[in-house]
């Protein structure tokens, strides 16, 4: 286990005694649990597959993990990242806390990135803490880079294996923490060093060596696809696809929902009115990044695929949760934005799938749900007393029973505004004073704001004080 300082004489021993007595109350805790749940075992594997800017209709792309976590378990068809950016939804997923909570509030430093984030109360000191093998595979937090230069790399608290990496944000020629020891791997020249391949061989390498051990085990695989790579002459910061990926999509078409390019927006706040019409040329650009983009997940589409497999050679996939996300969606000319960091739709929303557990098998809920959700569900699941309150609430519970949190209201925090989402409607309010109000029961797209219509007044001011309420909340108070 790692984060441990030496203490020497008693403090040796006390320290000991009271890692002894955790353990003990994380096991006893995960056999009550297990005990009281259909299919559930007392001590749950959990594997969590985060990719990075990946949009929920992405799934396009990903066949196999739709066949084989969602039509094994359950698809969660309004999952929302509650700060739609990488960092701050990072955190919140290693937490369970909104961003007023754990701290990071943008990528990079003074409000954001790993400066500001405790990583000492996170899921995995706490599986870690009660006796689970943890590994974390793929790229951490933003600002990580600063941390892995040093001598020695920083290794963060709770990871029995760390093997991070991603920075620069390169699918060739990239650098990676193994365990401490930095490693820069090869060009587009060696094929096996292609990023998302070499992270699947790595957690592969993870579940089997721990089911070989008989450990119950923690793993979370970070991929850099789809995100857009740092290359200094490209014209587009669009994903490579592996070689053998390159062609799959190249006749997608770019998908043009109503938000696309949307006509008018003298409705929203100034600096969206600032981006001008999307010409045919930038048009072309977003085509090709869109099929880069669904090309890199054909390869994550083949880790999940592989992780599945692995479980299942070792007798393990009823005994494990799987869950399967991203940190944030991405807008592709929506509202002529491109990006995230806001509060629409396509920004916010993320796909969520998970199995195992006691998870019904194929089924699909509406209820709302949120990244701050992803940590209360690995604690509930495994019986493992939190390291801190998650503000989010079990996946087992909402998939158990959709109805009793189908009005649920989530908070939707960017660098700039907050807002509150709820089935009906999304409210919010700018640092710069603009307020937008979308009943998206008949505007899902999130075209025309009702902000200034008076019959929407009452529902505005009630939205508002929602709003007052969950931009400060703490633990059970965000429910």
């Not at 957690?203 to 790579?229: D, I, K, M, W």
């Amino acid at each position: 286990m790692t984060g441990a300082a030496p203490l020497g004489g008693r403090g040796e021993l006390l320290a000991a005694t009271v890692v002894a007595l955790a353990v003990g109350v994380g096991l006893l805790a995960r056999a009550d649990a297990g005990a009281g749940a259909q299919g559930a075992v007392a001590e749950p594997n959990v594997i969590v597959v985060l990719t990075d800017d990946q949009r929920t209709k992405d799934m396009l792309a990903m066949p196999l993990s739709k066949r084989r976590i969602g039509g094994r378990g359950v698809t969660f068809t309004r999952a929302w990242a509650t700060f739609p950016l990488c960092c701050p939804s990072r955190a919140t997923h290693l937490t369970g806390q909104y961003a007023h909570n754990h701290g990071v509030r943008d990528n990079v430093a003074p409000e954001g990135g790993i400066t500001p984030f405790d990583d000492t109360a996170t899921t995995a000191t706490a599986l870690d803490g009660a006796g689970y093998r943890t590994a974390f595979v793929g790229k951490y937090l933003n600002g990580y880079l600063a941390l892995a230069r040093e001598d020695p790399p920083y290794v963060p608290p709770g990871w029995d294996r760390w093997l991070a990496a991603g920075f620069p944000g390169r699918m060739w020629g990239w650098t990676q923490v193994v365990n401490g020891v930095l490693r820069t791997w090869g060009t587009q020249r060696e094929k096996r060093h292609y990023q998302t391949d070499v992270l699947a061989r790595q957690a592969n390498s993870f579940v089997r060596s721990s089911l070989e051990q008989e450990t119950p085990f923690f793993l979370t695989v970070a991929t850099l696809a789809p995100h857009g790579e740092h290359r200094p002459r490209a014209s587009v910061a669009s994903p490579r696809p592996a070689p053998r990926h390159r062609h799959d999509f190249e006749r997608q078409p770019l998908p043009k929902p109503e938000s696309f390019n949307e006509a008018d927006v003298s409705d929203k706040p100034a600096w969206v009115q600032d981006n001008p019409r999307i010409d045919a040329e930038l048009r072309r650009a977003l085509r090709a990044r869109n099929r880069d983009r669904l090309a890199s997940l054909s390869a994550v589409d083949e880790l999940v695929a592989g992780l599945i497999d692995e479980l299942r050679e070792g007798r393990a996939l009823q005994d494990t949760l799987v869950i399967f996300t991203s940190d944030n969606g991405f807008l592709m000319g929506q509202h002529r934005l491109r990006g995230k960091n806001v509060a629409y739709r396509e920004s916010a929303s993320v796909p969520l799938l998970a199995r195992g557990a006691g998870l019904p098998k194929g089924a699909k809920v509406s209820a709302p749900v949120g990244n701050i959700d992803v940590a209360a569900t690995i604690y509930d699941a495994t019986g493992v007393p939190p390291a801190i309150e998650p503000d989010g609430i079990s996946l087992l519970d909402v998939a158990a029973d959709p109805e009793a949190h189908a009005d649920r209201d989530l908070l939707i925090e960017t660098t700039r505004s907050e807002g509150v989402r709820t089935p009906g409607f999304l409210y919010v309010e700018h640092e710069s004073g603009d307020v937008e109000l979308y009943d998206t029961g008949v505007d899902p797209f999130e075209l025309d704001s009702v902000h200034g219509d008076p019959a929407y007044a009452s529902i505005r001011a009630e939205l508002a004080q929602r709003l007052d309420e969950l931009r400060d909340c703490e633990g059970s108070e965000c429910g």
